[in-house]
């Protein structure tokens, strides 16, 4: 058994700053050894502000660095497929970011080299390993909501100044580069939770459309789905909105629960008298750190990660039946899937 665990990071950009980077250096038995990013500049500046030994500015550099054990990918989608394939063939284990990929064809394309290759891959979908979603799972597995029946879920946001730009989109509504937009981005998050929570989904039947027509990727995605075990359930996410909102709920047959993906807000539970119960369980700083530590134990042979390239790929696949139409119609680089 390993020691310590020494990563490499490739793509040290935003997300990298405080949601995850410094997990790595701040866990038992981890270490961050390297850091990647394209702008050198960038690469050593990120590497020097968080006390990292050294930096690339070539992927292929850090990967086949031997001092590294394991690679977090943090990079847009469009590169996950290349790199996991690339720190596979070298030996690494892999740790990619969310959505794992621009599409479930991808994903099964990355699982089976790590297969080949005898490497772990997990993925970050982190609210598998958060106290807040773990609680969650601890209602519904005692039996606080009876059985599950059905779930819904809404998401909406005004659309940002950023977004408004056609010269200067970012690249999560770039379909070529993020798989589709904010949809994509942040929906996945909620799917994957409920995959966690409820089991595997099934069946989807989805419409995607752009109201604003600011951007290439959809705007407007509404689904009805259904579990392996029966639950049937509804979602909507709309981002050109006049405000936020934000609510899951799982109603049983004793009770429901309702929370919001994203944020502190309180976890609410109605037990069987409809009689309200509120859990406030805030986020970690470095909210990726409880996926990470998981991770860490896994390699070190001492527990499992919830979060794993086919967890993340069911997914990816969710995602898939959903855009399917709206792809064909709009994105060229699906025409011939």
């Not at 639950?231 to 050109?240: E, S």
């Not at 934000?246 to 807000?265: A, C, L, M, Q």
């Not at 069911?314 to 959903?322: A, C, G, K, L, N």
Request: aromatic share 10%.
């Amino acid at each position: 058994m390993k020691k310590t665990i020494k990563w490499g990071i490739i793509g040290c950009g935003d997300v990298t700053e405080v949601k995850s980077g410094p997990a790595f250096y701040k866990l038992e038995n981890s270490e961050l050894v390297a850091v990647m990013r394209r702008n050198a500049h960038l690469a050593e500046d990120f590497a020097r502000r968080h006390n990292v030994p050294k930096w690339y500015s070539d992927a292929n550099a850090l990967i086949n660095d031997k001092d590294i054990d394991a690679v977090y990918i943090a990079t847009p989608p469009s590169t996950h497929k290349e790199y996991t394939i690339l720190a596979a063939n070298a030996g690494k284990a892999i740790y990619v970011e969310k959505p794992m990929a621009l599409t479930f064809a991808e994903c099964n394309e990355m699982i089976a080299v790590c297969k080949s290759q005898n490497v772990p891959l997990f993925v970050a979908y982190y609210r598998r390993a958060l106290p807040r979603f773990l609680k969650i799972k601890e209602l519904i597995e005692s039996g606080a909501i009876g059985t599950p029946r059905i779930v819904s879920c809404i998401l909406y946001r005004e659309i940002e100044q950023c977004y408004q730009d056609p010269h200067h989109l970012p690249w999560v509504v770039n379909p070529e580069i993020s798989g589709g937009g904010l949809f994509v981005d942040l929906a996945c998050h909620t799917l994957d939770i409920l995959d966690f929570l409820l089991g595997k989904i099934i069946s989807v039947k989805g419409h995607a459309n752009s109201q604003e027509n600011a951007y290439p990727a959809e705007d407007c995605v509404s689904m009805s789905f259904m579990f392996e075990n029966n639950i049937q359930g509804v979602g909507i996410w709309n981002f050109v909105s006049h405000a936020r909102g934000d609510n899951v709920e799982i109603i049983g047959n004793k009770g429901k629960i309702s929370f919001s993906t994203f944020g502190n807000s309180a976890i609410s539970y109605y037990d069987q008298n409809n009689k309200l119960h509120q859990f406030n369980i805030d986020n970690p700083e470095n909210i990726e750190m409880p996926l990470i530590n998981t991770i860490i134990n896994e390699l070190q042979g001492k527990g499992f990660c919830p979060s794993t390239g086919e967890s993340g790929s069911r997914t990816s696949w969710v995602i898939d039946q959903v855009l399917k139409d709206y792809r064909m119609k709009n994105y060229l680089q699906y025409k011939n899937e």
